[in-house]
């Protein structure tokens, strides 16, 4: 799943991806269709073309437009199975290998459990957050060649919680036949905010200006072109406001651009009046669906506040989610993708595992493993996260 945020003229927009799962032999319980007005913009991307021969399933979902649904149904849900309704076999088989075992991997484990997926964590910590959870801990960097390619002969498929991974091993396990979801094209693309701009810039998603620096006068001559304040971005490992820095003036562009050794983008400021967050699911079959659009508030730089669905216009709602559903369509694999896009469940999409049909950790590896993805729309008629890391 990708995760994506954007800035619209006036308001922000900016998307960062997740799932949650029933058990796999129950019968399938279908939630009513969102109203065709529905839309969200927080996307995540989970696809690809490769099917899976391990799954198998009569039923299949294939949406050529986003889906929006901010409010819950109130229709009693048929519990008696169909002829479509038929249990997916060879689940319990299928090992997926997530690189990282943080707090998303722990929520994925969470989600495979009720799935009768196996999930293994590769994380440099012992005691990593997914461990206690996962069917197996390797205890190794996420970054090691060599212990990635070791890692990956005991899964069946291999996603991503971080994508600060060793994307140069994923392409040469692709080319081995290693099945890795999202695609390793596209977390070098997602790993570089730079090349992030370029690519979106090639296929028409709004941005705001930017350019390339190589130094201070790189930065100065930025400034002279889009003017004070001015945003300075690192074009790797910046995350959660590492790695950014704004300067009110050329005096502070010195301090601005000091300590930075990934190399450097700046971006022209772009004034808004709330951050809007959408996540996109995209299957393998290519299918794509976009969870309501959410309202993220900041604090520190670290996503604080998330609101659902985000109290804004139609109108909004409709361009952020076909914002995010075009910036999806341009990348490859399947997953949850987001202004700075994110190839995997994000932070703002927590809250949809009480309060949607299917959560982002659920959506994921449904998206990984070549499943039907899940309901997206809003089981409840609202819902409020708070981070509970800066109190």
Known sequence: MLHQSLTISGAATNTDTIFSFNPCLAPRITPPSPPPTTLSFFFSMNHS???????????????T??????????????????????????????????LGGGQLGRMLCQAASQMAIKVMVLDP???????????HHMVGSFDDSATVREFAKRCDVLTV??????????????????????????????????????????????????????????????????RYPLMIKSKRLAYDGRGNAVAHSEEELSSAVAGFDCG??????????????????????NSIL?????????????????????????????????VAYKAVSSLEGA??????VAPRPHNSGHHTIESCY??????????????????PSMKTPAAVMVSLVLF
């Open 49 to 63: 073309t490769k099917q899976n021969p391990l799954l198998s399933s009569s039923s299949s979902l294939k949406h």
């Open 65 to 98: 437009t986003p889906v929006f649904a901010p409010q819950a149904s109130r229709v009693t849900h048929e519990t008696s199975p169909s002829k479509d309704d038929v249990p997916v076999h060879g689940l319990s088989e299928v090992i997926v290998g997530v």
């Open 125 to 135: 910590l012992e005691n990593c957050p997914a461990s206690a959870l996962s069917y």
């Open 161 to 226: 919680e971080i994508e600060h991974v060793d994307v140069a091993t994923m392409e040469m396990l692709e080319q081995q036949g290693v099945d890795c979801q999202p695609n390793a094209s596209t977390i070098r693309i997602i790993q570089d905010k730079y090349l992030q701009k370029v690519h979106f810039s090639r296929h028409a998603i709004p941005l705001p200006e930017f350019m390339q620096i190589d130094d201070l006068e790189g930065a100065k001559r930025a400034g002279e072109l889009f």
């Open 264 to 285: 450097l983008y700046v971006e022209k400021w772009a004034p808004f009046v709330k951050e809007l967050a959408v996540i996109v699911a995209r299957g393998r079959d």
């Open 290 to 322: 976009c969870y309501p659009v959410v309202e993220t508030i900041h604090k520190e730089n670290i996503c604080h506040i998330v609101k659902a669905p985000a109290n804004v216009s139609w109108d909004i709602r409709k361009h952020a989610t076909d």
């Open 335 to 340: 997953g949850i993708l987001l202004n700075e």
């Open 358 to 375: 299917t959560s982002q950790f659920e959506q994921h590896l449904r998206a990984v493993v070549g499943l039907p993805l899940g309901e």
